[in-house]
């Protein structure tokens, strides 16, 4: 099994800042992709960011120059640091990782989900 621990969410004000973290623990041989999705209420998941494991990073165009994606191989964890939020920030974010396990398959695993709220 892999499991992904997230958290780091909660309610802010417009402008603020949040830091969410997500650590991955199981049976890990190596993780490719890791990153952050996240789910408004009434809207499909979208991707926010990804870092693979060579350190390539792409951003959703609607959080560039605001987010800022972190990654470290050796603990299993990816980051994401969130600046200048906005309301149409609010949604529960979820972090992935592309897992392939001690046996060699390869898992797409999820986070429970962490609720950020940014509002006034």
């Known amino acids: 099994q892999v499991q992904l621990v997230e958290s780091g969410g909660g309610l802010v004000q417009p402008g603020g800042s949040l830091r969410l973290s997500c650590a991955a623990s199981?049976?890990?041989?190596?993780?490719?992709?890791m990153g952050w999705y996240r789910q408004a209420p009434g809207k499909q998941r979208e991707l926010v960011a990804l870092?693979?494991?060579?350190?390539?990073?792409n951003y959703a165009d609607s959080v560039k120059g605001r987010f800022t994606i972190s990654r470290d191989n050796a603990k299993n964890t990816v980051s994401l640091q969130m600046n200048s939020l906005k309301p149409e920030d609010t949604a529960v974010y979820h972090c992935?990782?592309?897992?392939?396990?001690?046996?060699?398959?390869?898992?797409?695993?999820w986070g429970q989900g962490t609720l950020v709220t940014v509002s006034s």
């Open positions: 199981g049976i890990i041989y190596s993780i490719n992709d």
């Open positions: 870092v693979t494991s060579g350190g390539a990073i």
């Open positions: 992935n990782a592309k897992v392939v396990t001690t046996s060699l398959r390869t898992l797409d695993a």
